[in-house]
């Protein structure tokens, strides 16, 4: 199978035997959940406005010109792709987890051209590298060790 198919291959939850004995197994549904969840929730935000009203002062002006329409319009598609991510992570944590990495680089960068968010994305830096655990712990269960429990 290609690396790209075996990424995209759905994971299963590890059972609850497993999830009693296994402190990689109760790692890896923690940082499945919060990362389907959080990204989710977020993307809802972006057209609730919940959270704060104002998530356009977070895009920078680079990533806006390159988006249609006006800040606002660029949350609403930022938001659609939070929403996507957040369940490519319940489905496929492997690469739901690269994504949301990847995502994640991408608001850095955004919020460090903005200014005066630095404290933001040093916290979004720690949520990248949990974001990196959560693939490779999916990749660890999804190659169903026998001491895992894990099946795939």
């Known amino acids: 199978m290609s690396t790209i198919a075996a990424a995209l291959r759905p994971v299963p939850f590890p059972s609850a035997n497993v999830l009693r004995k296994d402190p990689a197994a109760q790692a890896l549904l923690l940082?499945?959940?919060?990362?389907?969840?959080a990204p989710i929730l977020f993307g809802l935000d972006k057209f609730a406005q919940v959270m704060t009203?104002?998530?356009p002062k977070y895009l920078a002006?680079?990533?806006n010109d390159l988006l249609p329409g006006n800040g606002q319009d660029a949350m609403h598609i930022v938001g659609a792709i939070e929403i996507a991510a957040g369940l490519v992570v319940a489905v496929a944590p492997?690469?739901?987890g690269l994504l949301v990495a990847g995502w994640l680089g991408g608001i850095i960068v955004s919020l460090l051209l903005v200014g005066g968010y630095a404290d933001i994305a040093m916290r979004d830096?720690?949520?990248v590298l949990a974001a990196?655990?959560?693939a490779r712990l999916a990749s660890a269960f999804s190659a169903g060790t026998a001491d895992s429990g894990a099946g795939g």
């Open 61 to 63: 002006p680079e990533f």
């Open 53 to 55: 009203g104002d998530w």
């Open 31 to 37: 940082l499945r959940i919060a990362f389907a969840v």
């Open 132 to 134: 990196l655990a959560l």
């Open 125 to 127: 830096f720690g949520l």
């Open 94 to 96: 492997r690469f739901g």
